[in-house]
Every structure is written in structure tokens, then in C-alpha cells.
């Protein structure tokens, strides 16, 4: 008995699309979990470094977020120079 497959290119289209929607929403949970343990050992490590994060407003204006687990403090800066000014003053004073 001989069986035949017929795929027609529509299908395969369809099942590429789809394994590729599986794929990034796979890689997006990794990376989340990734910042999360990441999050965790730092935490139970004691890590004393600033910890610093480029992100973006709601109008798409880049700013920086800092962190300071020695003190518990956190700021907002729109320049990369106010960031480096902040860690010079934390480091030198």
C-alpha cells in the first residue's frame, strides 16, 4: 500500500508562521526568567554594584533608570552623562 502526502504551500506557509509565533513567545519567557534568576542571585549574593537600565518613555525619549542596593535609593536620569556624574559622586565622595 502506498500513501502519498500532499502538502500544498498555503499549509506549509501556515505551519511555519505558526512555529515561529511558538518560538518567539518561547524566547520572550526564557529571557524573562532569565532576568528573574538573574534578579534572584544578585539578591542572595549581595551584589553591592549599581545596577543601571536604559529604557524608553511613552513618548519613545530614551532615559536611564539607576539603582543602588547599598542605599535602597533609585533615579531617573535623561543622559548618559548625568548617569557617569552619579556614579563619580557615589564612588569618589
Known sequence: MKSTLN????????????LAQKNRRESKFLAGLGQILSSILSILAGNEEPQISQKRDRSGEVFWRVYDPTTGE????????EVRFWLEQRYYH
Open 7 to 18: 502538502f500544498s504551500t498555503s499549509k506549509i506557509s501556515n505551519l511555519d508562521r505558526g
Open 74 to 81: 533609585s533615579a531617573r536620569f535623561n543622559s548618559e552623562l
